[in-house]
């Protein structure tokens, strides 16, 4: 078993099941913090909320595992960033006491013939842009849950429509875990963090803060009386004349997913500048 070389030299490293499932037999319950590496404040944010919910007796696991599953061709699979000990360094930092990081094969050995269709909130928005993307998110997350038998998992508010689909799946197929929604953490200027906004340029990087202006602005007309349609249809045309191409920007009931015509709901956006696309929701 590898041992972190970090301030932690505590954190355990694995990367084979049977040696997980050992090691985990002997512990207290296990807050899971899924990851696809590439980590920053925001996942460190979600690991400090772990211990706080597992407290001082727990397991804080953190898994690093970039999901082919959930990429579609043509998608930034092989691109995405991986920063294997960079990543390692940070969870040790931040107190993580198991880094779980599967191979392909381990995730998904030869034959296997399984995966997870989740309908309701998985439909329409990211569900339509990317068919089959909410399969192979709603697969891998079923399989770490089962891997570390975690009571409860930690995910990021930023992908909205994500931690939807995977509280439908843990309530639907009676998973005995709970599933844990932290707030979003943001740049200085506004933008939701993201370990794909290391792609945009600076041109781009400083165009990029009009996502979540646009969205403020909205929520913020459509308090003082604006009709909701008036108000996204402003948003709509300043992200466009500040270069953004935008799949969609809409009011939805929370949970469901569904749009509404009026808030309260959750406002929810998916815009490109460039090839890089970048995601963001707000409370409305």
């Known amino acids: 078993m590898r041992r972190a070389s970090g301030p932690d030299a505590t954190m355990r490293i694995l990367r084979d099941l049977p040696t997980l499932r050992a090691e985990l ?13 590439a980590l920053h404040a925001g996942h460190l944010s979600l690991i400090a909320a772990a211990r706080r919910e597992v407290g001082p007796g727990g397991v804080v696991a953190a898994s690093i595992f970039v999901n082919p599953l959930q990429f579609l061709p043509g998608e930034d699979f092989d691109r995405y960033p991986r920063q ?15 880094a779980w990081l599967p191979s392909v094969e381990t995730m998904y050995p030869p034959g296997q013939a399984s995966t997870i269709i989740v ?8 569900g339509t842009a990317r068919p089959g993307h909410f399969r192979g ?22 992908d909205w429509q994500q ?27 506004g933008l939701a963090m993201s370990s794909r906004n290391r792609y945009l340029d600076p041109e781009a990087r ?20 604006t009709s909701p349609a008036a108000a996204l249809a402003t948003a709509r045309a300043g992200l466009t004349a500040s270069g953004f191409t ?27 500048l460039g ?10």
């Open 163 to 189: 931690l939807q689909v995977i509280r439908r799946m843990a309530r639907d197929l009676d998973m005995p875990l709970r599933i844990l929604g932290c707030p979003t953490l943001r740049e200085a200027d």
């Open 275 to 284: 090839s890089i696309r970048l995601l963001d929701n707000m409370a409305a």
């Open 119 to 126: 309908e309701g909130p998985a439909q329409g928005w990211e």
């Open 206 to 225: 400083a165009r990029a803060a009009a996502l979540p202006g646009a969205m403020r602005a909205a929520i913020e007309a459509m308090a003082r009386g």
């Open 246 to 272: 935008l799949d969609y920007l809409a009011l939805v009931e929370p949970e469901t997913l569904l749009e509404v015509p009026a808030p309260p709901g959750r406002l929810i956006a998916a815009a490109r």
């Open 25 to 37: 037999a002997s512990l207290g319950p296990v807050a899971l913090v899924p990851t696809m590496g």
């Open 137 to 158: 998110v709603a697969t891998v997350c079923a399989k770490l849950f089962l891997q570390t038998g975690a009571s409860v998992a930690l995910f990021g508010e930023k």
């Open 84 to 98: 294997e000990e960079a990543d390692l360094a940070m969870l040790a930092e931040a107190g993580c006491d198991l």
